[in-house]
């Protein structure tokens, strides 16, 4: 492990790195906000760095269709998905549409939303998925999720667990 002094720019393998910052520049943080409240500030401006905000768990429900497939294809691949990732929660489906649900553990709402968004893809050809598109995407904070299930509002909890035919 290669030790530096804060603002060496680092190398590979030995070598100096062809990307430098000119002198005195300042690299951009964007986990600490500026002064409208955005990201971007050098974090000097704010009297030193903030800490990174907590993961948090967000409830996500993903809905994909497409084209009919056979029910016996469509259960074994979303099984195969349980087993690949045992965060799921329940998935339901039919011939041409599914939809999963699960928790994921995530910084923000933006990086929730981006890994579910990666799930069907990523997984297709390892969980031989069926070719279906994303058609629906919900991602709610634990609190909010917890308040709509005593308000009544929104889907029940998953019980049972697991995948299951509409």
Known sequence: MRRARPGDTPRANGK??????????????TSVP???GGAGAPAAEHGGAREQPLSRLWHI???V???EEPLKEVRRGLEQLARDHPFL????YAN???EIRYWEEARDLHDAAAVALRLWGEHRSTAQLPPWEIVG???????TYH???AEGYGPPPASPVGVHPF
């Not at 100096?16 to 943080?29: D, I, M, Q, V």
């Open 137 to 143: 995407l919900e991602v709610v904070d634990r609190q």
């Open 147 to 149: 308040q709509r299930v």
């Open 34 to 36: 500026d002064a409208t």
């Open 96 to 98: 041409d549409h599914a």
């Open 65 to 67: 269709s497409g084209p």
């Open 89 to 92: 929660l329940t998935s339901r």
């Open 61 to 63: 429900t993903l809905s």
């Open 16 to 29: 100096p790195s062809l990307a430098r910052r000119a002198a005195g520049e300042e690299r951009t943080l």
